[in-house]
């Protein structure tokens, strides 16, 4: 088993729908839970990051951590087309080694 | 500054030859990743180093691979010899020393797309 799962898709909407991605992980000793965008082409970068349970929001997007499932999931409100890119979950147990999952590949269609 | 530079961005070369991935981290970032990333695997951790040491080399594939990081401003990954399965976005990524707090967050490099025929 993965530490990490996190379904590919890819995953296509129409601009202004609610867009739910999500991952599951096995070791409840992590800690970290983060959030990368990747548009094509180019590297990662930090979307959102949460410790332990819990929401965080920042602007049309919300990170919510259940550790009691071990499930995290990344909420976008009100979806625009340039937030088409692949979602990459990531955890870590406070240290500098990190997981990702496989990336979410997602289309907002105009 | 300038982000993570990594070179060269495209790399195409045959198989049985020696490749060889450069990365500048970020200034003042005391940490270096190195990732290789696919679409069967994703992104997977090949090594990590701390000021200029290396700390975790378990996701190195095997002895064709090396890395190394012979000052803070510099780091090499090696691939000798190369393989048509080693075609893949190879990324480079720095860090800061953040405490106990914050998530260690990784700046990435644009990827070096390495293409093995």
């Known amino acids: 088993q993965k530490e990490v799962e996190q379904d590919p898709g890819p995953l296509s909407v129409p601009e202004g729908a609610i867009v739910s991605l999500n991952c599951t992980y096995s070791?409840?000793?992590?800690?970290?839970f983060m959030w990368y965008r990747q548009y094509s082409r180019k590297g990662p970068e930090l979307l959102m990051y949460t410790y332990s349970s819990g929401n965080k929001e920042d602007g049309r997007f919300t990170a919510q951590v259940d550790k009691s499932s071990k499930y995290i999931s990344l909420f976008i409100r009100d979806s625009q087309p340039s937030d088409s890119a692949t979602y990459l979950c990531?955890?870590?147990?406070?240290?500098?080694?990190?997981?990702f999952g496989a990336g979410t590949r997602l289309f907002v269609k105009a | 500054d300038a982000g993570v530079i990594q070179s060269p961005r495209h790399e195409v070369t045959e198989m049985g030859q020696e490749v060889t991935l450069r990365c500048k981290p970020i200034s003042g970032h005391d940490y270096l990743f190195w990732y290789r990333q696919t679409m069967m695997r994703g992104l997977e951790l090949l090594i990590y180093?701390?000021?200029?040491?290396?700390?975790?080399d378990s996701g190195m594939p095997e002895d064709r691979f090396s890395a190394k990081m012979p000052n803070a401003s510099f780091s090499t990954l090696k691939i000798q010899p190369s393989e048509p399965r080693d075609s893949a976005v190879y990324f480079c990524a720095s860090s800061k020393e953040l405490g106990t707090s914050g998530s260690n967050e990784q700046f990435f490099g644009p990827g070096t797309r390495l293409t093995v025929l």
């Open positions: 180093f701390n000021n200029n040491v290396p700390i975790d």
């Open positions: 990531a955890i870590n147990t406070g240290g500098f080694k990190t997981i």
């Open positions: 070791n409840s000793a992590f800690q970290y």
